[in-house]
Structure formats: C-alpha cells, structure tokens
C-alpha cells in the first residue's frame, strides 16, 4: 500500500485528487495538508512528523511549491508535482536534488490523456508550419499566467524551429499586450481568464491559405486523475 500525502487537499483539484487515492486499492490516504480548512494537516514538515509518507502529491500554488518539494526531496519523501508556474531555473534545481538524493520527483503541467496528446499533435504540426500562436483559456481563479500547460507545449514546439513569426510584418502594439506573451521560438501565448471554463487550449498553425487548430477542453477534474495516479505509482521506479 502506498502511502500518500496530498498537500492543497482542499482545492479544487486537491479534494479529486484525495477521493481518488481512498478509493485506489493500491494507494492509502496518510495525510491531507492545506493552509486553510479544518482536519488537516498545515504543512507537509508538520504532517511527516505524525504519519508515515510515501510520496506528496501538490496542487497548491506557484508560491508554495518550490520549497515543499525542497522539503521532500531533503527527507526521502517522493514527490508528484501538479503545482504549475516553476520556473526554469527552479524546476532545474529540483532535478539536480532529485538526483543527488536519489528520491524520486514527477513534475507535470498537465496529466490528462487529451492534453498531452494535444502537446504531442503540435508537436508533429510545427515541423510542417512556420506561423504558429497558442491561446489558453481557464477559469478565473487560476494565479498563474501562461497555464503551465502552454509553456510546455510551446518547449515540445521550439524544437522544430527558431521562429513561428516567419514573415510577419514589424509590429506595433497600441495596447500594450495585445498579442499576449512571447515564448520559446517567438510562440505568442494569450491567456484569457473567466468563469465557464476549466481549461482549454487552441495551438493554431498557419500558412498560405490553410490554418490548422489542435484544441483540447477539459470539463471535469476527472480528466487528470488517470495521469496523477500513474505517476504516484511511477515516481517509485526513478531511481
Ligand atoms: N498538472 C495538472 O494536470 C493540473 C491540472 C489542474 C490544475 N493544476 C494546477 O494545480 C494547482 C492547484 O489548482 P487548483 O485549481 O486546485 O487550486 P485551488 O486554489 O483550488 O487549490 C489550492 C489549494 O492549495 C492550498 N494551499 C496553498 N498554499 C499552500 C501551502 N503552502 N501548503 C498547503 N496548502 C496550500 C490552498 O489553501 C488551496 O486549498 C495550480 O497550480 C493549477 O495550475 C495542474
């Protein structure tokens, strides 16, 4: 039985996610941690202290997640990031600790099945197209901007080549951010914010006389579950 510990287990992905290891035969529910709430635990040093814990899963947000995952991988506990908004820089150094510590560590933007073959679609499209612009769409209380989700996708496309502007005329925006945020290889990400979604995300190519759109939508947190519950059982196998 693995014993695992969901830190942000009353979010809205948090509360999917410790349903989910309650009612996995393989998976026990040791400890549920969140800064706000009653009945749990306020922090993952707090939480090991009392129970027994295999691996963390995290959902919390961009300011929390970079030292709970230190905290892990300093004390033999393994850890499944969904937390998004890691830096580069911040995800390198919990590679390296993860290596040196010999613990494992899984960081994903985004774990449904749809998702990622929508990363891996675009993928394939961008050997084919020189023009390429991604626009994200959640819910409005999502704290960071781009999704991690497109940030990813954009990585996967850069890739292909150096530049998805090819032959775009000089631009002048006369309302700064206009045409959104620009990423790896020159990809502009647009993030729009509002009630009535979950998460979407629409890769859309071009060229002369074609457009091609990869779009994926998620409606229930349902959809990540699958992923999350591979890679609690994968983080084991790292090392
Ligand atoms: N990887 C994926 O597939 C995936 C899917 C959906 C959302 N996400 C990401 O998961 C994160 C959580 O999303 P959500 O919609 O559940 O957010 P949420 O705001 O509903 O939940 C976050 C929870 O974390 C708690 N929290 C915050 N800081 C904490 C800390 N230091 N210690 C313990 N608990 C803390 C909050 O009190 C809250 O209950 C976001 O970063 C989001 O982008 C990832």
Known sequence: MIKVAVCGANGRMGKEVCQTVIDNPDT?????????????????????????????VDFTQPDSIFENAKFCLNNDIKIVI??????????????????????????????????????????????????????????NQKKD??????IKTALMMSEAKKTFKCGNCPEKETIQGARGG?????????????????????????????????????SDRKCYMDGVMLAVKHVFDIY
Not at 188 to 208: D, K, L
């Open 82 to 139: 969904g937390t998004t908004g890691l830096s580069d820089s911040q995800i390198q150094e919990l590679k390296d600790l993860s290596l040196k510590n010999k613990t494992g560590c899984m960081i994903a933007p985004n774990f449904s099945t749809g998702a990622v073959l929508m990363m891996m679609f675009s993928q394939i499209a961008a050997k084919y197209f020189d023009n390429a612009e991604i626009i994200e769409l959640h819910h």
């Open 182 to 218: 620009t990423s790896y290889s020159d990809i502009q990400i647009h993030s729009v914010r509002m009630p009535g979604f979950m998460a979407s995300q629409e890769v859309i190519f071009g060229s002369s006389g074609q457009v091609l759109k990869i779009r994926h939508d998620s």
């Open 145 to 150: 901007a781009p999704s991690g989700t497109a």
């Open 28 to 56: 026990e529910l040791a400890a549920k941690i969140d800064i706000n709430g009653s009945g749990v635990y306020s922090s993952i040093k707090q939480a090991s202290e009392n129970v027994k814990i295999d691996v963390l």
